[in-house]
């Protein structure tokens, strides 16, 4: 089992920043793409960045350069550091971690609101 917990969300203004943070416990040996998903309201979740195990990223068009995804040197944590926000931007963050077994495991997400 992998336990996923985000934090780091929180309200700030168009143009700032904000480093989200997801902790995965449990069976991380497992682990191969992380990822972070959001959804806004009213709209569909949505795939904001990934990084796999080999540290390949992927990004949605709409956070290209302006959002990185890293993890940490022991692969338990990764991160996402959001910088030039946007009020479009506004959504709960959810982490995603997938297994080499098939299995996806989420964390209960933290809401990013950007004002202005």
């Known amino acids: 089992q992998v336990q996923l917990v985000e934090s780091g969300g929180g309200l700030v203004q168009a143009g700032g920043v904000l480093r989200l943070s997801c902790a995965a416990s449990?069976?991380?040996?497992?682990?191969?793409?992380m990822a972070w998903y959001r959804q806004a309201p009213g709209k569909q979740r949505e795939l904001v960045a990934s990084?796999?195990?080999?540290?390949?990223?992927n990004y949605a068009n709409s956070v290209k350069g302006r959002f990185t995804i890293t993890r940490d040197s022991a692969k338990n944590t990764v991160y996402l550091q959001m910088n030039s926000l946007k009020p479009e931007d506004t959504a709960v963050y959810s982490c995603?971690?997938?297994?080499?077994?098939?299995?996806?495991?989420w964390g209960k997400g933290t809401l990013v609101t950007v004002s202005s």
């Open positions: 995603k971690a997938d297994t080499f077994s098939g299995m996806d495991y």
């Open positions: 449990g069976s991380t040996f497992g682990i191969n793409t």
């Open positions: 990084i796999s195990r080999r540290v390949f990223t």
